[in-house]
């Protein structure tokens, strides 16, 4: 089953407005990322935020964390054109290989000017 | 500074044709490898990890086979391709085990 699910699977709003997706998981994590990837291309590492850590800013990216929810947020502030993308989600698992990630299905973001 | 390429970036084959994709790494040593298939609108699958040379893990039973034979080098290859085999192949990169990873541009396959 998948480790990572974001929601919504799709989010379509004004250019200047805030876009937040979710992410939830089901084990125990080391850490969790977030990725953009635009269409028809590889992925973009965006964030990415420690077991340990709360809440995490990157420019105008917001990356909270809850771990007793076992979920995690994503807030893209002022939103541009340029910001439609697929936004992935992808957790280690601490306790089992963490080699790998693994990603959830994403969220498509279309922001329109 | 580190770049990652993938070729071909499109392929049409035929059902049964052999298949081999390429990814190489650059501006970093041992690199931990991956290759992930994309299915349309859908997320990541890994296929195949590789934390040094000539060592493959497979993540999922399939047509498909991974080889390291240089550091840096991860080749994907199937001798008979079927036509589930169709999808986005990404191929990335990381320095740590569970850490960020850098993906390639990705090959398009289509099999026919």
């Known amino acids: 089953s998948q480790q990572g699910e974001e929601d919504p699977q799709a989010l379509s709003i004004q250019e200047g407005e805030n876009a937040t997706m979710n992410c939830s998981y089901k084990?125990?994590?080391?850490?969790l990322q977030w990725y953009r990837q635009n269409s028809g291309r590889g992925l973009v590492h965006l964030i990415l935020?420690?077991?340990?850590?709360r809440e995490k800013h990157s420019g105008r990216l917001r990356v909270t964390l809850d771990t007793s929810k076992k979920s995690s947020s994503l807030l893209i502030t002022a939103s541009r054109a340029a910001d439609t993308a697929s936004y992935f989600c992808?957790?280690?698992?601490?306790?089992?290989?963490?080699?790998?990630?693994?990603f959830g299905k994403g969220t498509l973001l279309t922001v329109n000017p | 500074s580190q770049t990652i390429h993938q070729w071909p970036a499109t392929l049409v084959q035929p059902v049964g044709s052999p298949l081999s994709l390429e990814c190489t790494v650059e501006?970093?040593?041992?690199?931990?490898l991956y290759w992930y298939r994309q299915a349309a609108g859908r997320g990541l699958q890994l296929l195949f990890y590789?934390?040094?040379?000539?060592?493959i893990s497979s993540e999922v039973p399939q047509n498909l086979s991974a080889s390291r034979p240089q550091d840096r080098q991860f080749i994907l290859s199937s001798k008979k391709l079927l036509l589930s085999d169709s999808g986005f192949y990404l191929c990335?990169?990381?320095?740590?085990?569970?850490?960020?990873?850098?993906f390639g541009p990705g090959t398009r396959l289509l099999v026919l």
């Open positions: 935020i420690r077991s340990n850590e």
């Open positions: 501006g970093t040593s041992n690199p931990n």
């Open positions: 990335a990169w990381s320095a740590l085990a569970g850490e960020t990873q850098y």
């Open positions: 992808a957790t280690d698992n601490s306790g089992g290989s963490n080699y790998k990630l693994t």
């Open positions: 590789s934390v040094g040379i000539g060592q």
């Open positions: 084990t125990s994590i080391n850490n």
